[in-house]
């Protein structure tokens, strides 16, 4: 398959740059397993979820991975933490006027970062302080890049879902965005369970394919965990997975017997999934692994055929826009 098999037109206007006015007043696009389109408000998922389902979330939470910081000799340095390895450690991408080399020294408030070497396409740095508490003081929401504004006050609290607990993501899982404590609570009272798992989304989310066919690329590696009683909440009920992130993690556990670790699992178009039964996710971009993902779950053409329906509706894209629930 090739990689320009799976492009779809997108005017730039349909990338949501901020979030609905309320967590849960996004539109609904809800692609049945007949392939037929409704067009529904996100309130309207309470009408289409009962006692037989188990909703699966990802409580990953997203750090503050965007340092800026400046040599002792005045360049200056960015450093995206993409991932932390010990209490002063981390692997991150960095971006200056050279690349850096190792014993490179960044500045960054109080706290100095040293570049140790490198490891593939990131850079193994050392920090003069916990990792975690240079992010939180110095750090930087990571909004996504085709997010054109700096990161503001409502960024901090509404690119979180309301229910992330496990620091270490460095994107949000946005399916889950558009849920508020309220809607969670009416959702139990249908009967649906909630159960949680973790994924920690890494930097390659963003990456694009650098080859021409889809079986030529490598998925970047990510953290996962699923507790015992999130698989016990399966048994017998049907699993809709709250975003691409929850579904590769069960998929993945399911492909490999191991319920924590990390996972390189590559969905697209042919792949046999096994856990799950019904999406919910945004909509995603043009020639992307997630892209690719969503169409495995339910057929590449219907899935460009909802895409196209949803930009001639005026549905808003991406992590900030709207959200669609897919039945396989």
Do not use: W
Request: aromatic share 8%.
């Amino acid at each position: 398959m090739r990689v320009s098999d799976f492009d779809y037109e997108l005017p730039a206007d349909l990338i949501a740059q901020h979030p609905a006015r309320e967590r849960a007043a996004s539109r609904l696009l809800h692609l049945d397993r007949e392939g037929e389109i409704r067009d529904l408000r996100f309130s309207d998922l309470e009408g289409l979820v009962d006692e037989r389902d188990t909703l699966v979330v990802n409580d990953t939470r997203v750090i503050k991975a965007r340092l800026f910081g400046q040599k002792p000799t005045g360049g200056q340095v960015e450093i995206f933490v993409e991932r932390i390895v010990s209490p002063t450690e981390a692997l991150a991408l960095m971006r200056s006027g050279h690349a850096p080399k190792a014993g490179t020294e960044v500045l960054i408030g109080e706290a100095r970062a040293t570049v140790e070497g490198r490891e593939g396409e990131l850079y193994r740095v050392r920090f003069s302080a916990d990792v975690g508490d240079v992010l939180e003081r110095y750090g930087n929401v990571p909004l996504p890049p085709y997010i054109t504004h700096r990161p503001e006050a409502e960024d901090a609290e509404r690119y979180q879902t309301v229910y992330a607990e496990q620091p270490g993501a460095v994107a949000a899982p946005t399916a889950g965005l558009h849920f508020d404590r309220p809607m969670l609570e009416r959702l139990k009272k249908r009967g649906a369970r909630i159960a949680s798992l973790t994924l920690h989304v890494g930097f390659g989310t963003f990456q694009p394919l650098r080859a021409e066919t889809v079986e030529a690329h490598r998925m970047h590696r990510e953290r996962y965990s699923i507790p015992d009683e999130t698989l016990q909440a399966l048994a017998g009920r049907r699993v809709l997975a709250v975003g691409t992130t929850s579904l590769r993690a069960l998929e993945a556990a399911a492909a490999t017997g191991a319920t924590s670790g990390d996972t390189d699992l590559f969905i697209y178009p042919g792949y046999e999934l096994q856990m799950v039964d019904r999406l919910l996710t945004n909509f995603h971009l043009p020639k992307s692994t997630l892209f690719m993902l969503v169409c495995a779950f339910a057929g590449r053409d219907n899935i460009l055929r909802a895409y196209r329906h949803a930009v001639e509706s005026h549905y808003r894209f991406f992590s900030y826009g709207d959200a669609m629930l897919i039945e396989r």
